[in-house]
């Protein structure tokens, strides 16, 4: 079984940003995943939460957010807030000069993300219940985006919300498989890098995926 610092030992060798790396040593992935499945904690695979969730494999995470640049003091939408693993994480990098932003449209997850990041006395993450595609224009402009459901394209509203210069991640494609995107806003259209294969959950909303094309997919 993987522990917190084999994984880490690994990811020394990979050129992952040392800012993320003490990012992933401080926030405690056991602490977001069920009583009896903390012993995968630190396994590199998805592990189920509720609601036919999960939360993505410490790998996807830290590719992701190894993509997105983050920088101390920046203000970051995150759509998908989960369990709040991957806004604890994005809150330390930005640090308390910092702002994180998370959307989730399932209740209970809201629920749970922010009984999390309190008992590790994270305060400069808000995670809000709604429809992650609209994005929160009353925080807006953003310098980060990250996605972390699959989406038929990019929300056009995060778009007019991502700062010039700004960074969006996010897999796209459809049901069956999506391609992880890097964009980035110059003047108003993103410019985008291809980053891989990749399938995660649905993005459910207006920008999202019909309950009919998720049952079809069943």
Known sequence: MTTKPQLLDFWKTKNINPELLLAFAQIPREMFVPPQLQRFAYEDRSLPTIRQQSISQPSTIMMMMQALEL?????????????GYQAALLATIVGKNGKVVSLEVIPELVQIARQNLARLNIHHVTILEGDGGEGYPEQAPYDRMIITAACPAIPEPLLSQLREGGTIVAPVGDLTGQVMVKGV?????????????????????????TEMEMLYQQ
């Open 71 to 83: 920088q101390p003091g920046e203000k970051v939408l995150e759509v998908g807030a989960g369990v």
């Open 185 to 209: 806003n110059v003047q108003g259209k993103l410019e985008f890098e291809f980053l891989g294969p990749f399938l995660f959950v649905p993005l459910k909303g207006r920008h999202g995926f």
